[in-house]
């Protein structure tokens, strides 16, 4: 007989992540900050961006499941019919990533980074060794 999985379904697994997507875009951090010559302090709204390890945490505190990595790992083949749904979280929050970076909401180097999306240069110095005749 098999073990009850914590979510049951690939469907109330999206559903649980659009419930956290919908917390984190509602919920943005509070940033103090002082502006003008007086130097009154303010608070800004900053939008947070969506992680993996995000999710998990919003799983945790609402008591659903403490350990998402069995289901994005398809840990001994028991999360297959996980894998769509798992692959499509990931890209939603790569794509909220990759566009807030571009659009200067996230620290963009931070994002590529995240992302793998660092740009590489390779720089070959060649020295070579002159012989004078004496």
Known sequence: MGKNKYIATPEIMW???LQYKKYVKDN???VKDWVG???MDVYREKEKPLTIDGFEC???DNEIISDLSKYFSNDGD???EYRTICSRIRKAVRTDQIEGGMAGIYNPSITQRLNNLV???QTDVKVTKFEFDE
């Open 37 to 39: 010559k007086d130097a």
């Open 78 to 80: 028991n999360y297959s």
């Open 28 to 30: 943005p951090i509070i």
């Open 58 to 60: 919003w799983c945790y």
């Open 119 to 121: 740009e590489k240069t």
């Open 15 to 17: 559903d649980l992540f």
